[in-house]
């Protein structure tokens, strides 16, 4: 099962960006604040993520829009670096929004090829289940995945 430890200083520790590798990124809210709440801004940043999509930078894989934070399976494109990928993101969401959103850093995990992709996709999506923020998948509006219906 897919579990995730934020380390603080240590989240560029040992960070290697590779086009074509499939990478689970979770990254967290400015003080953890609940700005996801905020129907315009989780449908924001989804759209966000899918021009990166668009762009060749990386492909959407999965993805689940918390209150505080963003669980998102991508694989990188060839056009830019993992970091970059991801700090775009971040700052295109916080433009568009007219906050900033977000607390610096991230953390990624580089699948292994033995790692189940669907597997790591159907524990992300159900987050919002976890938190009690729904009580089926489907009543929660902020999450996609390639597999999924």
Not at 24 to 45: C, D, H, K, M, P
Not at 109 to 118: S, V
């Amino acid at each position: 099962m897919y579990r995730q430890k934020l380390h603080g200083a240590n989240l560029r520790k040992g960070r290697v960006s590779i086009s074509g590798q499939v990478y689970v990124i979770t990254t967290v809210t400015r003080n953890r604040q609940s700005f996801f709440t905020e129907f315009f801004v989780a449908r924001t940043l989804i759209r966000v993520l899918r021009e990166h999509e668009e762009r060749g930078h990386a492909e959407t894989l999965c993805f689940v829009v918390m209150p505080d934070h963003l669980h998102w399976l991508m694989q990188l494109g060839s056009s830019r670096e993992l970091e970059s990928v991801v700090r775009s993101v971040k700052a295109l969401s916080s433009k568009r929004t007219g906050q900033r959103l977000w607390q610096k850093g991230f953390y990624d995990h580089g699948l292994r090829r033995d790692e189940d992709m669907k597997e790591i996709a159907r524990y992300l999506v159900v987050n919002p289940l976890r938190a009690g923020l729904a009580v089926r998948l489907n009543d929660y509006p902020h999450w996609d995945a390639v597999w999924l219906p």
